[in-house]
Nanobody, 120 residues
Framework: QVQLVESKGGLVQAGGSLRLSCAASGRTFSSYAMGWFRQAPGKERELVAVITSGGSTNYADSVKGRFTISRDNRKNMVFLQMNRLKPEDTAVYYC??????????????WGQGTQVTVSS
């Protein structure tokens, strides 16, 4: 079992920055691909960014060049640095994990979610 706990999100003005973190339990964190998802009101959950166990990253087109996913395997943590935030980035953000060397198609473990609100 892996437990994921996201940091508190927050309210930020458009153009601002916010960094989310996700702490994972367990001894095999380095074996997990980690993803950040988000869900806005009335919309489906979407993948924002993923980082594989080997450190490769993928991003949704809507956040490329603005968001950066990273991980610290010594601390069992994954981060999402969000820059140049836009009102359309407003959503509940979720951290997710799946034990694989590749980019996952599904995720076994999820955090509780954290609200990010970007004001215009």
């Amino acid at each position: 079992q892996v437990q994921l706990v996201e940091s508190k999100g927050g309210l930020v003005q458009a153009g601002g920055s916010l960094r989310l973190s996700c702490a994972a339990s367990g001894r095999t964190f380095s074996s997990y691909a980690m993803g950040w998802f988000r869900q806005a009101p009335g919309k489906e959950r979407e993948l924002v960014a993923v980082i594989t166990s080997g450190g490769s990253t993928n991003y949704a087109d809507s956040v490329k060049g603005r968001f950066t996913i990273s991980r610290d395997n010594r601390k069992n943590m994954v981060f999402l640095q969000m820059n140049r935030l836009k009102p359309e980035d407003t959503a509940v953000y979720y951290c997710a994990a799946h034990r694989t060397d590749y980019v996952p198609l599904t995720y076994d473990y999820w955090g509780q979610g954290t609200q990010v609100t970007v004001s215009s």
